[in-house]
C-alpha cells in the first residue's frame, strides 16, 4: 500500500519561503509519477508541479515557473517542492500525489495522495 506524509507547510509573508517534504513508500513499481498539487478555498485543486521518480522531468505550471522547485531524493524516498517568493494567492492546502507511470503523468486523477500540508501567505 503506498502512503505519502506531507510535511513542512505553515505561515509566511509575502516574498518568503518554504519547503515541502513527502516520505513515500510501499512502492512496487520501479517508477512513479510524483507530483504537487494544490487546493485553495472555493477554488478545483491544480497540479503545480510533477516529477518522474528516479529519472526527472520536471513540469511546472505557469504560474509556479521560477519560484518552485520539484526535487527527490530516492535513497529517503522523499519528494520535495521548494517554495520562493510567495505571494498570498499561493495560500493553498498542498497535496503530494503519486500516479502509475503507465498511464502519463500529464493527468491530475493520480492514484495515491497524501493528506496534505497547509501554506499561507500573508500580505
Known amino acids: 500500500q503506498v502512503q505519502l506524509v506531507e510535511s513542512g507547510g505553515g505561515s509566511v509573508q509575502t516574498g518568503g519561503s518554504l519547503r515541502l517534504s513527502c516520505a513515500a513508500s510501499?512502492?512496487?513499481?520501479?517508477?512513479?509519477?510524483m507530483g504537487w498539487f494544490r487546493q485553495a478555498p472555493g477554488k478545483e485543486r491544480e497540479k503545480i508541479a510533477h516529477?518522474?521518480?528516479?529519472?526527472?522531468?520536471?513540469y511546472y505550471t505557469d504560474s509556479v515557473k521560477g519560484r518552485f522547485t520539484i526535487s527527490q531524493d530516492n535513497a529517503k524516498n522523499t519528494l520535495y517542492l521548494q517554495l520562493m517568493s510567495l505571494k498570498p494567492e499561493d495560500t493553498a492546502m498542498y497535496y503530494c500525489?503519486?500516479?502509475?507511470?503507465?498511464?502519463?503523468?500529464?493527468?491530475?486523477?493520480?492514484?495515491?495522495w497524501g493528506q496534505g500540508t497547509q501554506v499561507t501567505v500573508s500580505s
Open positions: 516529477i518522474v521518480t528516479g529519472v526527472g522531468n520536471p
Open positions: 500525489a503519486a500516479g502509475v507511470l503507465w498511464r502519463g503523468c500529464m493527468r491530475d486523477d493520480y492514484e495515491y
Open positions: 510501499g512502492f512496487t513499481d520501479d517508477n512513479y509519477c
